[in-house]
């Protein structure tokens, strides 16, 4: 790309390119790829020798680098180690000893510089992630198209493909098997990814910092966090938004091992709408000490069932949507079903932000058809957790017209006032006065 003009259009055959060094685009350049077309981030390891019930491979690893990432074992840390190991294409699964590997597993001794394997590479295709990121620059109006893009050793919050400059597109490709994020936009204002099937990443698929007017459309986010970075509280599973402003439309968010879609610290103006959010391991949506949100016609399913460290049952530890200490955020004709809990509105005491102290006001949650049904220990409704961040929190939200489906009418599923209330009670206490109760 380098001899190439700005908006340059390069087109590149079907094949795998294995990319040593980062591709850098110049202005309103186009890399475009066609069916088949790979940039694969890993190298091909063949020097094998047998090490008794283990094979061992010297030279393929890098110096050894100061680690980073929180991961859900933290005694050994494994998520922080980018190079990961594939046969035919399939990953291994790492461990961190030698002792500990054995016919499913892998250990990468950065001291020595070895690669031991469980089992006889012979015949097969083996392979380790080297090369950090396979695109980036801060040249505006690139575009990327008809790409797959895999196997790289990104390191913990940082993108396979990063998007640096302004009016970039990332359209329909796959960007898979990478350990860190598969694409994140950073500091790069008016993204537009769109089409894409960005899955099997190691810690997040999408992320979005200090970016504005994003547009991220039409997405397969699904299955990612496979190095297990920690589920419930860091950056990991489907989308993370941090201080920056998007519209989130019509993807389907599934299956990832973390926060479905996440807008956290500072996010200010974020649209989620008509997205199917579903089997996420922590939350579904969570919107937190931002500002500004609108949660719309999104079908949100069988989410925070499967956390681990930091795992509960309560409404602060997740729900299909949850609205942590942010204001002027509403929640409106979403299906929200076989959730953890159902829609959660949460106070705590977080800080101050870039306008002032973080508090949890004018949330409005409206229209939506909340499932409550199961699992049995699902509740939806308003939570404080230590000291109330404004005396006036509570009456800036409303439950208002929303309808419920509740295994008991006469459950306990609703939480208000540090307590739980039937439905009756919870509309004596002022919410949904003109919602109802369906059967399940």
């Known amino acids: 790309m380098n001899e190439q003009p700005e908006a340059a259009v390069i087109c590149l055959a079907p094949g795998t390119f294995r990319v040593a060094r980062t591709v850098r685009p110049k202005a309103l350049q186009t890399l475009r790829g066609s069916d088949n077309t790979v940039l694969a981030g890993d190298v091909p390891v063949e020097r094998w020798n047998r ?4 094979w061992a491979a010297a030279g393929y690893l ?7 990432g929180q991961c859900e074992d933290t005694v050994s840390n494994p998520c922080q180690v980018a190079e990961d190991l594939f046969l035919d294409g399939r990953p291994v ?7 500990a590997v054995d016919a499913t597993t892998f250990y990468a001794d950065y001291a020595a ?17 080297r090369t950090r990121t396979a695109v980036t620059s801060d040249a505006p109006g690139v575009v990327i198209e008809h790409l797959t893009v895999r196997g790289f050793a990104n390191l913990a919050q940082q993108g396979a493909i990063v998007v640096g400059g302004k009016d970039w597109t990332v359209r329909d490709s796959v960007i898979t098997a990478n350990h860190g994020v598969g694409v994140m936009i950073a500091q790069a204002d008016n993204a537009r990814i769109t089409e894409n099937t960005i899955t099997a990443n190691g810690q997040l698929g999408l992320g979005q910092y200090r970016s504005q007017g994003g547009r991220i459309d039409n997405n397969r986010i699904v299955k990612n966090n496979t190095a297990d970075f920690w589920r419930a509280d860091w950056e990991a599973g489907g989308i993370k938004v941090t201080r920056s402003s998007s519209t989130i439309i019509n993807n389907d968010v599934s299956d990832n091992l973390g926060v479905g879609v996440w807008i956290d610290l500072a996010g200010d103006g974020v649209v989620i709408t008509d997205n199917k959010i579903g089997g996420n391991a922590a939350c579904g949506i969570r919107y937190e000490i931002s500002r500004d949100g609108r949660i719309t016609g999104n079908k949100v399913t069988g989410n925070g069932l499967a956390l681990k460290r930091g795992a509960g049952t309560g409404l602060l530890t997740g729900a299909g949507i949850t609205v942590n200490t942010s204001s002027d955020v509403t929640i409106e004709d979403n299906a929200v079903g076989g959730n953890l809990n159902g829609i959660g509105v949460q106070a705590r005491s977080r800080g101050n932000g870039p306008w002032g102290k973080y508090v949890l ?4 949650v409206k229209g939506n058809v909340i499932d409550l ?13 230590g000291a109330p961040t404004r005396e006036s929190d509570r009456g800036g939200v409303r439950f208002q017209d929303n309808r419920y489906i509740l295994d008991d009418a ?7 006032n540090g307590g739980t209330l039937d439905f009756k009670g919870w509309q004596n206490a002022g919410n949904d006065t003109a919602g109802a109760v369906l059967p399940a």
């Open 51 to 54: 090490e008794g019930a283990i």
């Open 62 to 68: 890098p110096a050894d680098y100061e680690k980073s």
């Open 93 to 99: 699964r790492r461990v961190m000893k030698k002792s």
């Open 113 to 129: 510089n070895v690669v031991y394997l469980g089992q006889d590479p012979a015949g097969r295709a083996a392979t380790l992630a």
């Open 361 to 364: 006001e004018k949330v409005v």
């Open 373 to 385: 049904s199961a699992p049995t220990t699902s509740t939806t409704g308003y939570v404080e957790s």
């Open 410 to 416: 006469d459950a306990h599923k609703f939480n208000f």
